[in-house]
């Protein structure tokens, strides 16, 4: 059973555009952490959310967490092709989300 | 440099095979973990380990063998796998909800 739903799967999208992916689920989560994984490597960490309607900002991206803490996305202004990778989201005790497959193209 | 090191980046291995994967981290941290990631499945969670002790095994086939000698190493014996245990393997490891994982194994079962 996969405790989080990610949406889009895929994405490509021109650089210079605009993006927001999901992070869903039925399930409260007292934090939920996003992470970017490129090709060959493991998933880095980006931001952990704690408080239900908390906004962190990282440079162009934006997470935010949903106010009854079951969903979070993830909006990245003005993509360039460096954002492209797997994007996933976890909860706590890291089971993760299938992913966003990102594609910025130049 | 993660801070997390796995060895080696690639393996490839027979299915008669027994080798190792192996895992170190010198964070400081007091949990690991491996993880599988196949390419038509989410990361799964094979095993925790909490000060050396494992606290979590995700239904993992016996052919997959963890061992935690300290808070420090981790290792993953393989042995008789199958082909469709090619995947990406990666080691994390963990202290007050911040995660660290390595660049992971390329495995490859033939």
């Known amino acids: 059973t996969q405790l989080l739903e990610q949406s889009p799967q895929f994405l490509s999208i021109q650089e210079g555009e605009n993006l927001t992916v999901y992070c869903n689920s039925s399930s409260v989560f007292s934090s939920l952490q996003w992470y970017r994984q490129e090709p060959g490597e493991g998933p880095v960490l980006l931001v952990t959310?704690?408080?239900?309607?908390e906004v962190k900002k990282l440079k162009r991206l934006t997470f935010q967490f949903g106010d009854a803490r079951k969903d979070s996305s993830l909006h990245i202004t003005a993509a360039q092709p460096g954002d492209t990778g797997l994007y996933l989201c976890a909860p706590r005790f890291m089971r993760f989300g299938a992913g966003t497959r990102l594609t910025v193209k130049p | 440099e993660t801070g997390v090191t796995q060895t080696p980046r690639h393996l490839v291995m027979g299915m008669t095979n027994k080798k190792s994967l192996k895992c170190e981290q010198h964070?400081?941290?007091?949990?690991m973990y491996w993880y599988k990631q196949s390419a038509k499945k989410p990361l799964e969670l094979m095993f925790v380990y909490n000060f050396k002790e494992q606290t979590e095994n995700n239904s993992v086939p016996s052919r997959f063998s963890p061992e935690c000698p300290n808070s420090s190493h981790l290792f993953l014996h393989l042995h008789t796998l199958q082909p469709e245990d090619s995947a990406l393997y990666l080691c994390?490891?963990?202290?007050?909800?911040?995660?660290?994982f390595g660049s992971g194994t390329r495995l490859t079962v033939v």
């Open positions: 959310v704690v408080t239900g309607g």
């Open positions: 994390a490891s963990s202290q007050e909800g911040r995660y660290t």
């Open positions: 964070l400081g941290h007091n949990a």
